[in-house]
């Protein structure tokens, strides 16, 4: 039997079950999970795969369960040790500048265990703070912040884990940590420096004084951009500081104009808060005409596959053909947007 006349019987069954159970939205989608469940067990896969696949979409099933609730309220994640002790200059940077996030009506997700993690659940609050942990045989469970709340789910894996940490979250604080908070952080530069990600501010926050970031940058300049492995200003997008006020400023200043994109066809779309001038356009087009491909940056309103997707169609809007490789250069022409005069 091929895989061909698999699906298409499975298809057949498949439609009758979604009917049965009365699912209306998106039936192409969970038909194509229900088909791919269905052949893993038709093509033999073996104990351990299954496993796998099962315990991956289970746990992204209930992560998406604790964040629904809380869908159009902005998220910042913050990273770091889990060995950062409370008396630590790190803890209260952490807790600050959480608190001082959710007080803006920011959520703050964290992979719910101790140290930094429990730092920024103390200061956002248990009603503001949102919890992904990691089941591991040698460290400690959720902080007690996050479980009383109850706003928490565990992973065993993670690269769910990881992915629920990030898909969700508006804006991202890194403070100092081990192998694992180092595999996040550059999980983050290596979807913004690729495009797999839409931009987002990104802090590194320091202790008063401290190096640990600075230390990285040099790295980053006199290693990898000589060695020709990243560009010259695949850095320039995050900040590194270390100070609590001028981090949370970052990632609350990065949306001050600026709201969201869409690709439509080869064409970027960048919505707006607040309508520029045509002069304000032209400074624009002065400073960033290198990013396109050709055309210019221009004015336009809600494109088709916008407005039929009730996609923010009321916002100003400006649009371009984006050369591919500037991808990294958006940081720079939001940065810009969100400083025009019309912004306020």
């Given at each position: ?6 699906t ?14 009365g ?25 351990l ?15 998406f ?13 913050v ?21 001082a ?119 980053v ?25 001028e ?19 080869d064409r ?65 022409l ?11």
């Amino acid at each position: 039997m091929t895989d061909a006349s698999v699906t298409d019987d499975l298809r057949r069954e498949i439609t009758e079950l979604l009917d049965l159970v009365g699912i209306r939205a998106e039936r192409g989608l969970i038909t194509r999970m229900l088909e791919t469940s269905l052949l893993l067990g038709v093509e033999n896969t073996e104990r351990l795969n299954l496993k796998i696949a099962s315990s991956a979409l289970r746990e992204m099933h209930e992560a998406f369960r604790l964040f629904q609730p809380f869908h159009g309220v902005p998220k910042v994640t913050v990273f770091g040790s889990a060995r950062t002790g409370h008396d630590d200059p790190l803890y209260v940077h952490a807790r600050d500048v959480a608190a001082a996030l959710a007080e803006d009506g920011w959520m703050v997700v964290t992979g719910a265990g101790p140290g930094i993690m429990q730092a920024a659940a103390e200061g956002a609050g248990s009603k503001m703070s949102l919890g992904v942990s990691i089941r591991l045989p040698f460290e400690e469970a959720a902080n007690t912040i996050i479980t009383e709340s109850e706003q928490v789910v565990a992973m065993k894996y993670f690269f769910t884990r990881k992915l629920m940490l990030i898909k969700e979250s508006q804006g991202f604080i890194c403070l100092p940590g081990g192998f694992g908070t180092m595999d996040e952080m550059f999980e983050l530069l290596t979807l913004q420096q690729t495009g797999k990600a839409e931009p987002m501010p990104i802090v590194l926050l320091d202790e008063p004084g401290g190096g640990f970031w600075t230390g990285l940058k040099t790295y980053v300049d006199e290693q990898l951009v000589p060695a020709g492995v990243i560009s010259p200003g695949d850095m320039d997008r995050v900040l590194i500081t270390d100070s609590v006020t001028e981090a949370a400023a970052s990632v609350t200043g990065f949306w001050r104009n600026y709201d969201s994109l869409r690709w439509v066809g080869d064409r970027l779309v960048l919505r707006l808060v607040h309508e520029p001038t045509d002069a304000e356009i032209e400074s624009l087009n002065e400073r960033f005409s290198g990013m396109c491909s050709h055309g210019r940056i221009e004015r336009i309103e809600a494109l088709g596959a916008e407005r039929t997707d009730g996609d923010v169609v009321d916002l100003p809007r400006l649009a371009m053909y984006l050369e591919q490789r500037s991808v990294g250069s958006l940081f720079a022409l939001i940065r810009a947007i969100n400083e025009l005069p019309s912004a306020g």
